[in-house]
């Protein structure tokens, strides 16, 4: 064996580990996320908790619901999309753009959990407790109950857990994390991989909820190892313009409830606001009697929202039509959009068309084809589809509108927004009961829904 400190090769996407370097990582078949690193050296398990007594094992009637009761953050939209609250000794990861909100969300978070008497700790790498008053200072007044540390050696941060014990502790952010026993530099796969192994276990062993800040590639994903979302309870995304005022929280993973809710907020100078009406907010600024504009429903988890389909067909001037999808599936474009053409005899093969869900939200539910498919026959003919006309449902390769789940929550949320038309799938009809002041209407193929238009 040569001598020397040994080094291996992770891959930056899935964390898969190899003695050489590799053009392609087997694991996630990713090219060039090779990176050498120092291989971590023989010990106590990879960041084992020392000192932690051997567990023993006890029947399932001895586990006591009790002790995992939820601690509510007083944020409605974070508690729905979390399930109903922070469950004790869980371990939550935040990743979204830079700028997006994550740490304002964060100190809102700590600022109510403080406030209701529990001990919070806030450790930051990456701002100094100046710049973390400052912040708060827009959000409000804190509770002394509010501890802030300004550290990001894992060993010290450790400690500090273990003397402190709080009800939560925030990690801002785990990029910035790094154990000295591991000689790469921090946010490296060793570094996060070890650290979140650390954080795992002070969670599960001490029973202390511990929320941890990632930060995102340019493809959204958090950066570092792809076991980083393995390894923790729930990962949340915030989706949307930083630019803008919205802001979304979707649930991608979550071990303690539902992985398809949303939580909407909406960005003000004293921090993230929740908006209660999310249908309301998305369809604010709708432009009336337009072509190519008509609103569809999708369900969130147990939330109807209400969203704007926009559409803009028109003839090519080159060779090859363009498509483009913004918050949609692009192929599922294309294929909508072959549909209308074999179907419907809608010649749009040397058209461009641009789809937009407006709002900034992206919706990968097939309930939406019926929408994109009328927007962009009513952007082909130029015929505006009544405002007060809403259109949800999936289309299949014959042109057939094929059912969709809790129909009976859409129509009711649009008959609340005022809308006096529904058009959905056939099948459906039945399962909706009759709202005063609205229409149902029911299809049983995309033509059917056309020629309504």
């Not at 371990?91 to 909100?101: A, F, K, Q, S």
């Not at 991608?252 to 949303?262: A, L, W, Y």
Request: proline residues 3%.
């Amino acid at each position: 064996m040569a001598k020397g400190r040994a080094t291996v090769f992770f891959c930056q996407s899935c964390g898969y580990e190899s003695s050489k370097w590799l053009g392609q990582c087997p694991g996630c078949k990713e090219w060039n996320t090779m990176v050498e690193e120092p291989a971590a050296g023989k010990g106590n398990g990879g960041g084992s908790v020392s000192g932690k007594r051997a567990a023993e094992p006890v029947s399932l009637k001895q586990v006591d619901l009790s002790e995992g009761e939820r601690m509510t953050t007083h944020i409605a939209e974070l508690d729905r999309v979390l399930g109903g609250g922070i469950v004790p000794g869980s371990l939550t990861l935040v990743g979204g753009d830079p700028g997006i909100g994550k740490s304002t969300l964060l100190l809102q978070v700590c600022r109510h959990m403080a406030s209701d008497g529990h001990k919070i700790l806030y450790i930051s790498g990456e701002e100094s407790l100046q710049q973390i008053k400052m912040r708060a200072n827009r959000i409000g007044s804190f509770s002394d109950q509010l501890l802030l540390l300004c550290e990001t050696n894992l060993e010290t941060v450790e400690q500090t857990i273990r003397k402190q014990l709080p009800a939560l502790a925030v990690i801002d952010s785990i990029q910035t994390m790094y154990r000295e026993e591991i000689s790469s530099a921090p946010g490296s796969v060793s570094q996060v991989r070890e650290s979140t192994n650390v954080l795992m276990q002070l969670a599960k062993g001490l029973g202390i909820s511990i929320m941890i800040v990632g930060h995102v590639t340019k493809e959204g994903t958090v950066a570092g190892p792809r076991v980083l979302e393995h390894m923790v309870d729930t990962v949340l995304y915030f989706e949307g313009d930083r630019h803008a005022s919205y802001r979304i929280l979707r649930g991608v993973k979550n071990r303690f409830g539902s992985t398809n809710e949303i939580g909407v907020f909406e960005m003000k100078e004293e921090g993230l606001a929740e908006v209660e009406n999310a249908s309301e907010f998305m369809l604010n600024g709708k432009p009336e009697g337009a072509s190519g504009s008509v609103v569809s429903c999708s369900m969130e988890g147990t939330r109807p929202i209400l969203l704007e389909i926009q559409a803009l067909v028109c003839h090519s001037n080159f060779g090859i039509p363009r498509r483009q999808a913004t918050g949609m599936d692009l192929n599922r474009l294309n294929l909508l959009m072959a549909v209308l053409e074999k179907r419907l005899n809608l010649q749009m093969s040397d058209c461009d068309a641009y789809v937009n869900l407006a709002g900034g939200i992206r919706i990968a539910e097939p309930a939406i084809d019926l929408g994109v498919a009328m927007a962009a026959a009513s952007s082909f003919k130029n015929r505006p589809i009544d405002d007060r006309t809403i259109v949800f449902g999936e289309i299949g390769l014959s042109g057939e509108v094929r059912g969709v789940s809790q129909a009976s929550q859409r129509a009711a949320e649009a008959a609340k927004l005022g809308f006096t038309t529904c058009i959905l799938p056939a099948v459906n009809v039945g399962q909706v009961k009759v709202k005063e002041g609205i229409q149902i209407i029911g299809v049983k193929t995309v033509r059917d829904a056309i020629d309504l238009i």
